[in-house]
C-alpha cells in the first residue's frame, strides 16, 4: 500500500530560490553598469546595506542568508536607482 492510499500527506518539494548571481538577466546588469556610473559608489552601498538590513529584519535576522539578503536588496536598489534616472528598460 503506497503513502497515498494510506491517506498519508507527502511533503512538498523545497522552493527553489534563484541565485541572483546566476539568475540576474542580462539588462540587469547592464543597469547596474549604467547605475554605477551615476551614482556615487559610497550613496549606493548605503541604499544596499539599508535595504539588505531591512530584509534580514523581515525573516527575523535567522543566519545563513546574509548574503542573499544583500544580493537581493543590490538587485532592487539597482532597478530602483535605474527607473529614478530614467535607465529602466
Known amino acids: 500500500m503506497t503513502a497515498r492510499q494510506r491517506g ?3 511533503k512538498a518539494a523545497p ?3 534563484p541565485d541572483p548571481l546566476i539568475a540576474a538577466p542580462a539588462d540587469a546588469i547592464e543597469e547596474a553598469h549604467a547605475v554605477a556610473a551615476l551614482v556615487p559608489p559610497e550613496a549606493r ?3 544596499i546595506a539599508e535595504a539588505a538590513y531591512y ?3 523581515a ?3 535567522e543566519p ?7 544580493f ?11 527607473a529614478e534616472l530614467g535607465l529602466a528598460s
Open 8 to 10: 498519508v500527506a507527502r
Open 15 to 17: 522552493t527553489a530560490v
Open 45 to 47: 552601498a548605503q541604499m
Open 55 to 57: 530584509r534580514a529584519e
Open 59 to 61: 525573516r527575523g535576522f
Open 64 to 70: 545563513g542568508r546574509e548574503l542573499d539578503d544583500w
Open 72 to 82: 537581493e536588496a543590490e538587485m532592487q536598489i539597482d532597478r530602483l536607482l535605474a
